[in-house]
């Protein structure tokens, strides 16, 4: 296993908490709607300019069209939805571990659905997740934010994980950079109809503060996506993913080193993170996943 494996994939985590961490300075003279949007808009622009500079034409492949036409509009524009208003519910530590069970769920999709083996790992890893899930949701009346408000990264994690599958098959037909820009249009053009559908297209509108915020946090996020795909091309994703999920880890560091004034760090949180990144690394420590 080459040692450039694990530099990208940690390099991923951290794109992804200085992500969540700036998407959540953005929303505090702002919202959601904005947050999102912005956040896939970023994307799509940044991943067709790599796309043109590197991919050949022979290597646009039209038959994943349609595989990563349905991961972005359930996995990139239903998960980053929720992953934004998940921030602004309950912090970003919280949301950043909570969401960090997309492996999990799609663990428990191959047991329930591909008949896959319950091991020791598996029952160890989601004992931890529980705990941590656990601890997290008794922090919420210390922290200020309701129990309640836990469906959004449940659901930010659930749309993530659904679309494994989808991902991997469509993986099979191109390359992952002609992937990442299809699956992210895609997600941009749900995103900006579900906007508009809802009537809250005003709310996109945001003072140049918060809009540079979101700018940043798209492009931390969506190159924390690349760095994955170049982890892999290093070593297993059995290695590559669980280092990856050590995001919300680096989301408490830098709630440490940068403090909102928001939120409070307390051991209900910082233990409860530790407990899901623990499970997530058991559980996907022989699972061939990839990222949302």
Known sequence: ???TAHVFALASACCSAVATTLIQRGLRRSNFYAGFWINVVVGAVGFWIAVLL?????????????YFVVSGVVGTAGGRLFRVAAIEKVGAPVAASI???SPLIATGMAILFLGERVT???LAGTLAIVLGTVLLSLSGKYV???????VYPFLSASCFGVVQIVRKLGLEEAGPLFDAAINVTAAM?????FVLATGNAPALACDGRSLLYFIGGGIAENTGVLLVFVALGFGGVSVVTPLTGTAPLFVLLLTFLFPSGVERLGWRITVGAALIVLGVFLLTGSKHLLPG
């Open 1 to 3: 296993m080459s040692p």
């Open 54 to 66: 590197t991919v050949p034409r022979e290597g646009y492949h039209w038959r994943a069209i349609p």
């Open 99 to 101: 969401n960090n069970l």
């Open 120 to 122: 020791v790992p598996i």
């Open 144 to 150: 200020g934010f309701r129990a309640g408000h836990l």
């Open 189 to 193: 053009v749900a995103s900006t109809a």
